[in-house]
Structure formats: structure tokens, C-alpha cells
């Protein structure tokens, strides 16, 4: 009965001493892959935002195409010029009125200025002001009713596609950010000018298009380059911000821990929270800008490679 007891209380031992081990082992590892470290809120601006890609457009592409068939004389403005509305952006024959300038030139130099001063040539106009886009015509290409000879733009936009779900957040005025493939260290400012009406599919994806106009229009900007767009959802000045991984959450409350100066353990303190972005989130009560946040935060370490067991390593050593 004594050697019963004995064996029993020696069994209740190695399994207090194991207990012990394990915890202790746990507590270690839980140390070693987590830094304490202690924070305080910053003051700032913060934005959430609704992403896209867009297109550099013409808000209105014009051609300007002659009223007869006929033979380009000469081009008065080239590409990139701004015109004015009524201003003459180049001078044409029509075919009747060639083919006599031409029979005529065999005649002598006064034929020829007889005949260009009775048969007029004519001149090619600007319907609206803007700028010149596309001038490639060459004086003496023949051209047709069907050719363009200049091609006019108000001014660029940016023509965003918006995800269905996301078009009943976007408003006409509302701020963006444009960025360029070509030049992805220059954010642009912009506002939505215009929202359309009716839908399109792209890849089985319900879109709706979304015009911008940039408060300054850049010199690199080109019709046809491809952009980035972010809508500015929700704006905030002077925000009371902290670090995402600050925040604890139990059930439907949210806390954080602070430290106290008392020496004792830190406080959890409720908090409510405003909008956030991918880093920090705004709080709105429960916190102040000289309080220490204490946040525990993951410590990353690359895998330990066994290289001198690998097999497959090609300079491995060998025995």
C-alpha cells in the first residue's frame, strides 16, 4: 500500500515537473517572437480611398475635315498649338481648282497668279478654342470630305472606370489623385467633372465611366497614357492617429493598452475609432496626445537553412 502511494505521488511529480517545462517553454517562444514596445499618438491628416485605373482623353476630339475633295496648299498650326475659335488652321484646293493651278503652271508666272487670284483657295477653320492634337497632313497631299486635316481638343481629362459597387460612393467635385504609369512620382490633383449614366462590360465586370479634369494639366500629359485614380472617400485634418496593431478588440469594444506611472501594469482603456487606411486609424475619444500606448508587435526572422545536411546543395560538406 506504501509503494502504491509512493508510485502515485512520484507520478503526480513528473507531471508538475513537465507542466512547468511546457509553460515555461511557451512563455519563452511567445517572448521571442514578440517586441513590446511603447507609442504615442501623432497628430495628422488621414485619407481612405477608392482605387482605379483611367485613361488620358480629349474631353472633346474634333476633326476638322475639308467641305470638298481637294489638295492640302499648307498647314498653318502644328501639333501641340493652341488656336483660337475662327482662326485658319490651313489653306486647300479643291480638285477643280488644282487641276488649274497645275495646267496653268506650264503657262508662265503670271497665268499661274491670274488664276490664284480669280479662284480662291480654301481656308480650313477652328470651330472652337483649344488645342492642336494631331496636324500630319503635308501641303500637297490629296485629301477627301471623309480625311481629317487637323484634330482639335478642348482640354485632357482622365477617364476612370468605376466598379458598380463602388460608383454610388463617387460625387461630381469630389477630390482625386492622379498618377501616371509614365511618371508614378507626380501625383496630380483632380475633381470628378462627370459621371455617366449608362454602364459597360469589361471582362464580365460591370463598369461605369468617370471623367476628371486636373486642376493643372501637366506638360507630359499625352492623350492615350494610362493612369492610376484614387477617389478620396473620406478626408480628416489633425486626426488623432494611431498604428493599426495598437488596437485590441473583445467581442464589440475596442481597447488599448496604456501604460501607467504608478509602476503598476498597463490600463486597458476603451476607445472609439474614426476611419483608417492600410497603417493607422483615427480615435476619436478615450485617448490624448501625451498618453504611452504599450503594442506588442510580431518579430519576423528568415528560416535557419541547414546547408551543411542538404543533400542537394552543391557545395555541401562532405564527411
Not at 181 to 188: Q, S, V
Not at 303 to 312: A, E, I, K, L, Y
Request: aromatic fraction near 6%.
Amino acid at each position: 500500500m506504501r509503494n502504491k502511494k509512493l508510485k502515485i505521488t512520484f507520478a503526480v511529480l513528473v507531471i508538475l515537473v513537465v507542466s512547468a517545462f511546457v509553460i515555461t517553454r511557451m512563455k519563452s517562444k511567445v517572448s521571442d517572437n514578440e517586441i513590446i514596445k511603447e507609442i504615442s499618438p501623432t497628430q495628422g491628416a488621414i485619407r481612405t480611398f477608392i482605387s482605379t485605373t483611367g485613361t488620358v482623353l480629349p474631353k472633346n476630339r474634333l476633326e476638322v475635315k475639308p467641305p470638298v475633295n481637294g489638295r492640302i496648299e499648307s498647314i498653318l498650326v502644328k501639333e501641340g498649338e493652341k488656336v483660337k475659335t475662327g482662326q485658319t488652321l490651313a489653306w486647300m484646293s479643291s480638285t477643280e481648282r488644282a487641276a488649274l493651278l497645275d495646267a496653268a503652271q506650264g503657262q508662265g508666272e503670271e497665268k499661274l497668279k491670274y488664276w490664284k487670284e480669280v479662284y480662291k483657295s480654301i481656308p480650313l477653320l477652328s470651330p472652337i478654342d483649344g488645342e492642336v492634337i494631331v496636324a500630319t497632313m503635308q501641303p500637297g497631299q490629296t485629301v477627301t470630305t471623309s480625311d481629317a486635316v487637323v484634330v482639335l481638343s478642348d482640354h485632357l481629362i482622365v477617364r476612370a472606370q468605376v466598379d458598380e459597387t463602388d460608383i454610388g460612393k463617387i460625387k461630381t467635385g469630389q477630390d482625386a489623385l492622379i498618377v501616371l504609369d509614365a511618371y508614378p512620382d507626380t501625383k496630380i490633383k483632380a475633381s470628378v467633372e462627370h459621371i455617366y449614366y449608362e454602364s459597360q462590360t469589361v471582362n464580365n465586370v460591370t463598369i461605369y465611366n468617370v471623367d476628371l479634369c486636373p486642376e493643372t494639366v501637366p506638360l507630359f500629359f499625352r492623350s492615350g497614357m494610362n493612369a492610376t485614380v484614387d477617389f478620396i472617400e473620406q478626408s480628416k485634418e489633425n486626426a488623432l492617429l494611431i498604428p493599426l496593431e495598437a488596437v485590441l478588440k473583445e467581442k464589440d469594444a475596442t481597447y488599448v493598452l496604456i501604460k501607467q506611472n504608478n509602476g503598476k501594469g498597463p490600463l486597458k482603456t476603451a476607445v472609439t475609432l474614426g476611419i483608417s487606411d492600410d497603417k493607422n486609424v483615427e480615435v476619436v475619444s478615450g485617448l490624448n496626445v501625451n498618453d504611452r500606448i504599450i503594442m506588442a508587435t510580431k518579430k519576423y526572422s528568415l528560416p535557419q537553412s541547414n546547408v551543411g545536411n542538404n543533400p542537394f546543395f552543391p557545395w555541401r560538406r562532405r564527411r
